[in-house]
């Protein structure tokens, strides 16, 4: 189980960096972070801010290096920045509707900048692409926006030359993005959504072979279609590194059917290394507010956030992302004590998951990985989420009575239900307004809930496998509807329709 906790002042010394997004955060080691650059209300940045892990110390390092006067690139976001040991090398972004294609190293031993003058295959200017490390030497860097195109292109940097090499990549490609990620992952490089050509916001997942010289294959792109719980269509996200799992988190997709605007995300999925699939990071608590464009860094066993967008407003605070056996967690217990036991009824449906992530870390054998993938069987706790009465559902009552054109919603009046729920079997996920989905989903976990009673608490139909041939009811857990992705609403439709048969 994690919990999110907002940072204190108690946390940090020294001056905290101003609100941003766009921005990079990158470690250097285990001793620093360095946030470089980002926008707030249309400024771009150039600001370096540190933060001295050890000494729990915000501060702003004294930098010498640059061209014309200025220390360090030109102010800009949306750019890529990547460690090599010391060396903190920054590439590409955007100031204003300028993109950049300058490139940069930071020397963070004695706070230099130096423009490099590299050669070979030179990448164009471009922002939102995604670069990640090979080893201690080379960069890979795929995908941006060009200002008129979105870009496939694979280069590769080796630092101690610094000669670009484009990668000629056979085989199908994945489709043109920007706002991915690109993340390496033993000798893959992995690449998650985006916006691709012509707009869309893609969730799709891609493997990159060939990348290391010393391994002689032939470079190839392979789309994944891992199993579990995978992330709606996003872009703006992070992926981070911890462990044998890659968490995933925030970004924005969009509303479809239920609204023209982009949706900003909170939600936390990991990409288990060692079983291979996707799931939730089970939290216990409310996450931060939804955004994009932020930045999450490890920071031993926990992770901090900071920064983003909402669509609105420009983010500045500080989160931390810790374990419970954390001492930040305990302030959970300290400023509220019922904190922790309000939120029974997550820690109950995390459960499953928190279970399933300490049997990847202890068996990794192919037997066990096989049992995991097809035999495993979790019934429902007995005790489950608190299910609203009907009596008590006053959302509901007042759907009811609305569908049949009656004003008086009191208890009397519940006989208008069976109505709503023909309505909701004969509809489809498409037409079902937002403000069914709350009735909706309550009603559905109280129709579990009763055939669970009525066959003892045994019913072999309310059981969640993966198994061929059961039936799984995956949302008598979910809390509150804001929990539902958008993908999330046929699926729950159907369950209930099934359940009503």
């Known amino acids: 189980m994690h919990y999110w906790v907002r940072a204190s002042s108690s946390d940090f010394a020294g001056t905290l960096p101003q609100p941003r ?3 990079t955060a990158v470690n250097i080691g285990k001793s620093k972070v360095i946030v470089f650059g980002g926008l707030v209300e249309k400024k771009f940045l150039n600001d370096i ?56 190293v930071l020397d963070t031993d004695i706070w230099q900048w130096s423009e490099l003058t590299s050669f070979g295959d030179l990448p164009s200017a471009r922002d939102f692409a995604a670069a990640s490390a090979i080893g201690n030497q080379k960069i890979i860097m795929y995908g941006g926006w060009d200002g008129k195109k979105w870009l496939s292109d694979v280069y590769v940097l080796d630092t ?39 707009g869309p916001i893609m969730g799709d997942l891609w493997a990159l072979k060939g990348v290391i010289p010393e391994e002689n294959e032939t470079p190839g792109w392979t789309q994944l279609k891992l199993p579990g719980q995978a ?39 990991i990409l288990d290394r060692v079983s291979a699939q996707w799931k939730r990071l089970p939290t216990g608590n ?52 019922t904190n922790i036991t309000e939120n029974k009824d997550v820690m109950m449906e995390n459960n499953n998951v928190q279970s399933e992530l300490k049997e990847s870390e202890t068996e990794e054998s ?34 009811a009575s609305s ?24 509809s489809t996920a498409r037409f079902i307004p937002l403000k069914e989905l709350g009735p909706l989903l309550r009603d559905y976990q109280r129709q579990i809930t009763r055939r669970h009673l009525e066959n003892g608490g045994s019913d072999p139909e309310l059981v ?38």
């Open 21 to 23: 997004s766009g921005h």
């Open 49 to 104: 801010v540190v933060y001295d892990i050890d000494n729990k110390l915000w501060y702003k390092p004294e930098c010498t290096g640059g061209t014309d006067g200025q220390v360090g690139p030109s102010p800009r976001a949306f750019h890529v920045a990547v460690v090599i040991d010391c060396h903190m090398f920054i590439f590409g972004g955007r100031c204003g509707g300028k993109r950049l294609g300058d490139f940069w």
């Open 160 to 198: 101690i030359s610094l000669e670009w090499m484009e990668l000629s990549v056979t085989g199908s490609l994945p489709p043109p993005r920007c706002g991915h990620t690109a993340t390496m992952v033993e000798k893959r490089l992995l690449v998650y959504g985006g916006r691709g050509g012509g």
């Open 231 to 269: 992330p709606s269509a996003r872009c703006g996200h992070t992926i981070t590194s911890g462990g044998h799992y890659l968490l995933l988190f925030g970004g924005h997709g969009t509303g479809g059917w239920l609204s023209r605007y982009d949706i900003y995300y909170n939600d936390c999925i």
């Open 286 to 337: 409310e996450p931060p507010p939804a955004r994009a464009y932020h930045s999450l860094t490890c920071i031993g066993s926990r992770y901090l956030l900071f920064g983003g967008f909402d669509g609105k407003s420009t983010f500045g605070d500080l989160w931390w992302l810790v374990p419970e056996e954390d001492p930040i967690a305990n302030r959970l217990r300290a400023t509220s004590p």
């Open 366 to 399: 192919a037997v066990s990985e096989l049992r995991k993938r097809l035999g495993i069987s979790v019934s429902l706790p007995s005790n489950g989420v608190p299910v609203v009465d009907e009596l008590e559902d006053r959302e509901l009552i007042e759907l």
């Open 403 to 426: 569908l049949v054109g009656e004003r008086d919603t009191t208890h009397e009046h519940i006989s208008h239900i069976p109505a709503l729920r023909d309505h909701w079997r004969n």
């Open 464 to 501: 969640e496998s993966g198994s061929p041939g059961k039936v799984a009811y995956g949302f008598y857990h979910i809390r509150n509807v804001n929990q539902l992705r958008m993908d999330d609403i046929p699926k729950l439709l159907a369950e209930y329709k099934q359940l009503l048969n």
